[in-house]
């Protein structure tokens, strides 16, 4: 064989041998590129581009090395791959975009406008990038995206607008420049929330003043009946509420709960809101509703029973509920010895006036649902709350203060139930009857001994402070001895209360020289 064949056969054997380890080669710059990015490593970066990596090769996850220096917030990184040529809109799973925008970092979202991203990208749910640069972006950024195409009115999988977005983080300045746009301030998302909505949520008075000088809607309600005003009286929120109340927002329709505006107003202790809300024509005794949300239901009774160890699917027990909702109220139906509740859920216009969504609470144990809060007033409201400046807000203004519940609660026992004394005080004052008693015969005393009887989750008052009421109720007459229809006195409540509750209502009714049952002020003995 000549030399020259020989040589030319050596070459081909080298070719080949390069042929076969290049691709390998370059998939490891590759790696190298994405591991660079990965750690904010620019010197290897830069190193591994110089090798020739592919700035839009995909890892093994289908994302971008741009993508993932978007998502590690590294805007010299970024800088560096789309000067090598990577490309601004994905190859692969993540849009770089979509992730800049939902980081809110500007610099970055910046490069990626500059390099022509689309501003139409989706990411997950539906949400693009507009979405969600109109929540983070700043406003000369999302000015640049609407020059560019991107959709004001566009609308994820659940209804949402850019604007929505905006209202929701309080981002005022998109606010202002989406509305400046045209985008529809009065839009509703799939659960009936318009933008207001997603300010007063947000807690943000200046996105709420915002989007009602752009014209939204102050006094629009969502299908199931919420109002703005609702969403921000629920957060407790007084300024949004008080700005709401000032440009004109309903006050006498129900929230998700049956109350009305100036009922949660009062129970929160706001009175100068409360105040503004009667001068804007709350009504003073309007009556709360049958709350009207429908809770999921858990069937309790079958997640622990031993011959059924699953829980039925609860679209199963809502429907089972639904039709035994006689025999579930309160336990009614033949089972219990007791007879069936009032299947008020099926007509109740005739009753009351209006015809209330089926409410199915979850089941307890037994299988009951509890019974609704009767109708009633803000001033029992307040007064059930514990609120004295509220409740001497609403007598001043005329609230009717003779009001009682179906059985028998007044104000004044309303506001023993509370625990507060301030506010049995004030009752006291306006209806000095403190031997009032409900239908059952439950007195004054026996719910002050009661309040502080309910477990340390549930006390409304501290020890301390039901001792002070329990005294103070006693220096003025109330009875100590008094029987409901059960013929259980204040002294069989003290003997389930607290130890300290025990031994100081025994120390009282000795102390009127009052005969008590002194085996049931004994704490039990140890078993």
């Known amino acids: 064989m000549s030399r020259?064949?020989?040589?030319?056969?050596?070459?081909a054997t080298v070719t080949g041998l390069f042929s076969a380890t290049a691709p390998a080669m370059a998939a490891k710059i590759d790696e190298a590129l994405q591991i660079a990015v990965r750690n904010d490593d620019l010197a290897l970066a830069k190193s591994a581009l110089?090798?020739?990596?592919?700035?839009?090769?995909?890892?093994?996850?289908?994302?971008?090395?741009?993508?993932?220096?978007v998502d590690r917030h590294n805007a010299d990184m970024v800088a560096l791959l789309l000067k090598a040529g990577a490309k601004a809109n994905a190859l692969g799973d993540a849009q770089p975009l979509v992730l800049a925008c939902e980081n809110g970092s500007n610099a970055i979202i910046t490069q990626l406008l500059n390099a022509k991203a689309d501003v139409n990208a989706a990411g997950p749910g539906g949400v693009t990038a507009f979405h969600l640069c109109a929540s983070r972006a700043t406003a000369s950024n999302l000015e640049r995206m609407i020059a560019a195409g991107a959709s004001l009115e566009v609308q994820d999988e659940k209804g949402l607008t850019p604007l929505m977005f905006a209202a929701a983080s309080g981002n005022v300045e998109n606010i202002i420049l989406?509305?400046?746009?045209?985008?529809?301030?009065?839009?509703?998302?799939?659960?009936?929330?318009?933008?207001?909505?997603?300010?007063?949520?947000?807690?943000?008075?200046?996105?709420?003043e915002a989007l009602l000088r752009a014209g939204a809607n102050v006094g629009y309600a969502a299908p199931d009946g919420t109002t703005a005003l609702q969403l921000a009286l629920l957060n407790s929120d007084t300024s949004i509420s008080t700005m709401l109340v000032q440009s004109g927002a309903p006050l006498n329709t129900w929230d998700i709960n049956g109350k009305q505006a100036l009922h949660v107003a009062v129970a929160n202790g706001q009175v100068a809101l409360a105040k503004l809300m009667i001068s804007k024509g709350a009504d003073l005794n309007g009556l709360t509703r049958y709350a009207y949300r429908i809770d999921p239901v858990t069937d309790r009774r079958r997640a622990g029973a031993r011959s059924t160890p699953a829980a039925a699917p609860a679209s199963q027990v809502n429907a089972l509920a639904a039709q035994r909702i006689t025999d579930q109220r309160g336990g009614g139906g033949g089972g219990g010895g007791q007879a069936p509740r009032d299947p008020f859920y099926y007509d109740m216009t005739s009753k009351v006036g209006y015809q209330p969504k089926i409410v199915l609470g979850q089941l307890?144990?037994?299988?009951?649902?509890?019974?609704?809060?009767?109708?009633?007033?803000p001033l029992m409201v307040a007064a059930a709350a514990g609120q004295a400046d509220a409740m001497k807000l609403l007598i001043e203004a005329g609230a009717n203060k003779e009001f009682a519940l179906e059985d028998g609660t007044n104000m004044v026992l309303a506001a023993v139930a509370s625990g507060n004394l301030a506010a049995v005080k004030y009752a006291l004052s306006i209806s000095p009857s403190i031997k009032v008693t409900k239908k059952d015969g439950t007195s004054v005393m026996h719910l002050a001994v009661a309040v502080a009887n309910r477990g340390?989750?549930?006390?409304?008052?501290?020890?301390?402070?039901?001792?002070?009421?329990?005294?103070?109720?006693?220096?003025?007459?109330?009875?100590?001895?008094?029987?409901?229809a059960r013929g259980q006195t204040p002294a069989d409540t003290a003997g389930r209360a607290d130890p300290e509750i025990q031994e100081f209502y025994g120390k009282l009714l000795k102390a009127r020289g009052t005969q008590a049952v002194e085996d049931k002020l004994k704490p039990a003995s140890p078993s």
Request: net charge positive.
């Open 364 to 377: 307890d144990w037994a299988g009951s649902v509890a019974d609704p809060a009767p109708p009633t007033t």
């Open 4 to 11: 020259a064949l020989r040589n030319l056969g050596l070459a």
């Open 456 to 484: 340390v989750a549930e006390a409304k008052t501290s020890i301390a402070d039901a001792k002070v009421l329990i005294q103070y109720l006693a220096d003025n007459g109330a009875d100590l001895t008094a029987k409901n």
């Open 50 to 69: 110089a090798k020739r990596a592919n700035p839009n090769a995909l890892s093994a996850d289908n994302s971008s090395p741009l993508a993932w220096a």
């Open 178 to 208: 989406l509305a400046q746009h045209h985008a529809n301030v009065n839009a509703a998302a799939k659960s009936g929330f318009s933008p207001l909505f997603f300010a007063a949520k947000s807690k943000d008075v200046k996105a709420v």
